[in-house]
T-cell receptor, first 115, second 114 residues
Framework: GAGVSQSPRYKVAKRGQDVALRCDPISGHVSLFWYQQALGQGPEFLTYFQNEAQLDKSGLPSDRFFAERPEGSVSTLKIQRTQQEDSAVYLC?????????????FGDGTRLSIL | AQSVTQLGSHVSVSEGALVLLRCNYSSSVPPYLFWYVQYPNQGLQLLLKYTTGATLVKGINGFEAEFKKSETSFHLTKPSAHMSDAAEYFCAVSDRGGYQKVTFGTGTKLQVIP
């Protein structure tokens, strides 16, 4: 497809389990962003990649959160030892470059529920 | 730190009526400003953005917004609401320099009444 693809769309995990969320950006897009959207809130920035380089991870809430983009394309957001407060929609966005003249294209998100 | 405040978490309008969604920003220098729309169970779609130049910005689906520096506002309007406009709308702000790190508001859910 032509858009940003995220999988799985829904994920249910028990507290303490590890989860991995995948993002397939639009082909050729250099920039990739992860956001966390809690229920009833706006998205909050987690981390930013330019190609394979993670240039900003200031939004990751704890060291249980880890993101990678090893070949500069697909990205994975991993959450270790999940907690109930990790329940949220995780959004991925990509853009052609790093400037604001090129819009971010969002995926439909992964809804994570921690029981 | 930059931030945006959206006034009203829920707004209801009648079909055909004016849509007005309010957004005020906080920034030491004029930032870049955005409006996004989110339909249920979907990601965000950019409606419009203000970076420089004309302060009245036109976007998709008949929406527009006006940057008012004196009021630190960037309100979103549409002259006539359609049923298909029912969605959640997010105002967002970004620094002028660097990459596109965007800070979102808490959102306004728009209900359109037939």
């Amino acid at each position: 497809g032509a858009g940003v693809s995220q999988s799985p769309r829904y994920k249910v995990a028990k507290r303490g389990q590890d989860v991995a969320l995948r993002c397939d950006p639009i082909s050729g897009h250099v920039s990739l962003f992860w956001y966390q959207q809690a229920l009833g809130q706006g998205p909050e920035f987690l981390t930013y990649f330019q190609n394979e380089a993670q240039l900003d991870k200031s939004g990751l809430p704890s060291d249980r959160f880890f993101a990678e983009r090893p070949e500069g394309s697909v990205s994975t957001l991993k959450i270790q030892r999940t907690q109930q407060e990790d329940s949220a929609v995780y959004l991925c966005a990509s853009s052609l470059g790093g400037t604001l003249n090129q819009p971010q294209h969002f995926g439909d998100g992964t809804r994570l529920s921690i029981l | 730190a930059q931030s945006v405040t959206q006034l009203g978490s829920h707004v209801s309008v009648s079909e055909g009526a004016l849509v007005l969604l309010r957004c005020n920003y906080s920034s030491s220098v004029p930032p870049y400003l955005f409006w996004y729309v989110q339909y249920p169970n979907q990601g965000l779609q950019l409606l419009l953005k203000y970076t420089t130049g004309a302060t009245l910005v036109k976007g998709i689906n008949g929406f527009e917004a006006e940057f008012k520096k004196s009021e630190t506002s960037f309100h979103l309007t549409k002259p006539s609401a359609h049923m298909s406009d029912a969605a959640e709308y997010f105002c967002a702000v970004s620094d002028r320099g660097g990459y596109q790190k965007v800070t979102f508001g808490t959102g306004t859910k728009l209900q359109v009444i037939p």
